[in-house]
């Protein structure tokens, strides 16, 4: 894992995040990596909204599979 220093935190914030972290019952290191968590992760979807993405993709493809086919999904998915 790696370590980041945070300079200049703003006094509010840092009693914010503090109060915050005690609300929860965790440090405020914690409390800082929670809530970039949620800011950062990308969604996780459950299997069957996943199934229902690729059968809704598998519609839209006419003929056979190919790899400029998957390599179009994966650049768009990035998007």
């Known amino acids: 894992m790696a370590t980041i220093t945070l300079k200049n935190v703003p006094k509010f914030l840092h ?3 503090k109060k ?3 609300r929860n019952r965790r440090s405020i290191n914690n409390e800082i990596i929670t809530a ?3 800011h950062f992760v ?3 979807i459950n299997a069957e ?3 229902s993405r690729i059968e809704e993709l598998h519609k ?3 003929g056979f599979l190919t790899q400029e086919i998957l ?3 994966k650049r768009e998915g990035q998007k």
């Open 15 to 17: 009693l914010e995040i």
């Open 20 to 22: 915050r972290a005690e």
């Open 36 to 38: 970039l968590e949620k």
């Open 42 to 44: 990308v969604k996780q």
């Open 49 to 51: 909204e996943a199934i």
């Open 60 to 62: 839209g493809i006419k």
């Open 71 to 73: 390599e179009d999904y």
